[in-house]
């Protein structure tokens, strides 16, 4: 039987995707926590941003934008770590030597749905653009779109399509024996 413990490259998977999701803890703790010192010290915020701006003055709808941006970049943490514990669970089941269960099929279904609802996320970025844009006294900033996202969701759900299957398989091999 495969365990996660001898197997270097389910280990070291493992412990990347353990760190990455440390990471993505301590970014999304750290945005979210900065909304309390934007707003605090909303004044000092305002005079930083009209300093390095391109000359515009930058107004109070500035915190609004800075705050809607850290939202949503701890929203997209949150995201990503529940789409990576559901990996790590993975990894284990295979490292277990039982990857064909129902529980996978529902962790990449359910991997499918978060890696849409951050693409939908980003999907609000082109339609906010101007006004960040305008609150922000034009700094620039990119909001992606990727095709990527949308075909790694596509396949998350082919993935768990294969797994009911596999799954289905493999008690009707235990039913036969």
Do not use: C, Y
Request: net charge neutral; aromatic share 8%.
């Amino acid at each position: 039987m495969l365990t996660t413990d001898r197997d270097p490259l389910l280990r070291g998977t493992r412990l990347l995707l353990v760190i990455t999701v440390v990471i993505f803890f301590v970014a999304g703790v750290g945005a979210l926590g900065s909304l309390v010192p934007v707003w605090f010290f909303s004044d000092h915020v305002i005079r930083w941003l009209s300093a390095h701006s391109d000359g515009s003055q930058v107004g109070r709808d500035a915190l609004v934008a800075v705050s809607v941006m850290l939202i949503g970049l701890t929203v997209i943490d949150g995201l990503s770590i529940q789409f990576l514990r559901k990996l790590i669970a993975i990894i284990d089941s295979v490292g277990q030597g039982s990857p064909f269960i129902p529980e996978n099929a529902v962790r990449l279904r359910g991997m499918g749905w978060l890696v849409l609802t951050m693409q939908g996320m980003e999907l609000l970025g082109p339609p906010l653009t101007p006004w960040l844009r305008q609150a922000l006294a034009n700094h620039r900033f990119f909001v992606p779109f990727s095709l990527g996202a949308l075909v790694t969701a596509l396949l998350l759900f082919i993935l768990a399509r294969v797994f009911d299957h596999g799954t289905r398989l493999a008690e009707d091999v235990e039913g036969t024996v």
